[in-house]
């Protein structure tokens, strides 16, 4: 600090403070001193007026010079002396503005791995755009008088195990809920201790990309593929090779030259195509794992939702050697907002997870997961998934009709065997980028088809969900979607 400045008449003027502003008196008469000691019109040293003689002259009561003062003295614009008043503290000079004359220094740049995760894809459409936003349920059909009362029990009677951050790997409840469900409707073998709750399926996929990826390895990857998974792989640093994948000749195993590290596939609905792995490719994948030792993510996208036949087993209830990751989401099934997914993980891997867990903080809130572990062990599930396939077994037979009738000349409908959205193939020459645009512009939320692809030449089409849609909805989003592809078309 500075020696002791002479006495020099203070700035009263800068001091104004506004009664009718809805700011306390004394946060305003703190910002005038603010800018009193930043801007150095007193120098450093200099002595503040008491706090008597302040209030004074300001015709404020003391306690608000006070209160001022106190706040200064804990942020270190001033120094208190015993018997005297406070004095202004020697700060460095700080940054200034810029003249605007003068150019402005460029700020650093990101990270290359930070660049990489700002210029990924983001499709998460807006409120009231339900038509016909992929992979979007139909909220209103959940049963949301159940949920709060199951949420509210659990808040009421917790107890400190659901308002802590314990048992991090997920509810003990929930995870036995989710093993039981798993084997009875997909074949899934594991115990819940190879369970762990995540905040969705997209942070599983982060969380799995730089626990088992180093930059450059490869990642052998469906073409196309959910951008969202493939978000995650090429901030790892990996290098993404296709797996090429059509309605007619579906998976092509044989195509990358390269030994993966790590195979991503969803089998059960192929996203975004929804057809499903035949039996003699899903062997020939454990086969080429086996002989790679790679590593397997089985996304299980929109398995439940199958309308020819049941919902076939997982490629993990296969699996031998213990390399298969097996990840799901409750968004489809539920609502997206709920943020709730889970992967399987071989014992070996699961057994030191929680490290991982508790350095991202990707665990999911402990309330939510045990009012879920209730909506299942209840039955609520198993009902509303019934029902909602039924529903959306009608949307979708609905939908293909109207379509058909009010397109045909404009889009052919991939004959998709599950999932609760399907891909429309525009007539040659038509922009599936331009149409999507177009259509947002109309309220209508559709994904490219040419989005989901990487390393070979896009087919233009357009990824539709129907589940959200009733009726009324679906007729009008494909008129408003018919006229953006006018649009398009000049």
């Known amino acids: 600090m500075r020696p002791h400045s002479k006495p020099q008449a203070f ?56 209160a001022a003062y106190d706040q200064l003295v804990t942020e270190g614009y001033l120094a208190n002396r015993q018997g005297a008043r406070p004095v202004i503290v020697d700060l460095p000079e700080g940054p200034r503005a810029t003249p605007a004359e003068d150019p402005a220094v460029p700020l650093r740049q990101p990270s290359l791995r930070g660049q990489q995760l700002l210029s990924q894809p983001y499709h998460h459409g807006r409120p009231g755009h339900v038509a016909f936003h992929p992979g979007m349920p139909d909220a209103q059909s959940f049963p949301f008088g159940v949920w709060g009362r199951l949420v509210a029990r659990r808040a009421s009677h ?3 195990t659901l308002f802590g951050t314990y048992d991090v790997t997920g509810h003990p409840a929930l995870k036995d809920a989710i093993a039981g469900y798993l084997y009875s409707a997909r074949g899934v073998r594991c115990r ?32 196309p593929g959910y951008y969202g998974a493939k978000a995650a792989f090429t901030v790892a ?37 929804g057809i499903t792995m035949r039996m003699e490719e899903r062997l020939r994948l454990l086969d080429i794992a086996e002989t790679a030792n790679a590593w397997v993510i089985e996304d299980d996208f929109d398995g439940e939702y199958r309308f020819q036949g049941r919902p076939v087993p997982a490629i993990q209830s296969m699996d031998r050697s213990g390399r298969v990751i097996y990840v799901g989401t409750f968004a489809k099934l539920l609502f997206p907002a709920l943020r709730l997914g889970f992967m399987v993980l071989p014992p070996e891997l699961a057994g030191r997870i929680v490290n991982a867990l508790s ?20 039955g609520h599930m198993s009902r509303h998934l019934k029902r909602m396939r039924r529903i959306y077994a009608q949307r979708r037979q609905l939908f293909r009709d109207i379509v058909t009738e009010r397109l045909r000349d404009e889009i052919t409908l991939s004959p998709a065997e599950a999932g609760i959205q399907v891909v429309g193939y525009l007539k040659e020459g ?34 539709l969900g129907y589940a ?20 398009t078309l000049g």
Not at 359 to 378: K, Y
Not at 442 to 456: D, E, G, M
Request: proline share 8%.
């Open 11 to 66: 700035p009263l003027d800068m001091l104004a403070v506004n009664r009718s502003s809805p700011e306390h008196l004394s946060r305003q008469l703190y910002h005038g001193l603010v800018a009193i000691i930043r801007n150095r019109t007193l120098p450093p040293g200099s002595e503040l007026p008491s706090t008597r003689a302040l209030a004074a002259e300001l015709g404020l009561g003391r306690n608000t010079i006070v």
């Open 158 to 160: 917790g107890g400190e």
């Open 192 to 223: 819940p201790e190879q369970i762990v709750i995540t905040t969705g399926a997209q942070a599983a996929f982060d969380l799995l990309a730089r626990l088992l990826l180093d930059p450059g390895d490869t990642v052998w990857m469906e073409e």
């Open 237 to 273: 640093g990996a290098r993404i090779l296709p797996i090429p994948v059509d309605q007619e000749r579906s998976w092509r195993l044989d195509a990358p030259d390269f030994s993966p590290r790590l195979i991503y596939v969803t089998p059960a609905c192929q996203h975004p195509l």
């Open 359 to 378: 350095t991202t903080g990707q665990f999911a809130p402990l309330l939510l997961q045990a009012a879920l572990a209730d909506f299942i062990t209840e």
């Open 430 to 463: 038509i922009d599936d980028i331009e149409v999507s645009q177009a259509a947002a512009r109309r309220a209508i939320n559709v994904s490219p088809l040419s989005k989901y692809f990487q390393n070979t030449a896009p087919t233009q089409g357009l990824v």
């Open 468 to 487: 959200a849609c009733d009726a009324a909805q679906t007729r009008d989003g494909v008129e408003r979607l018919a006229a953006a592809i006018r649009e």
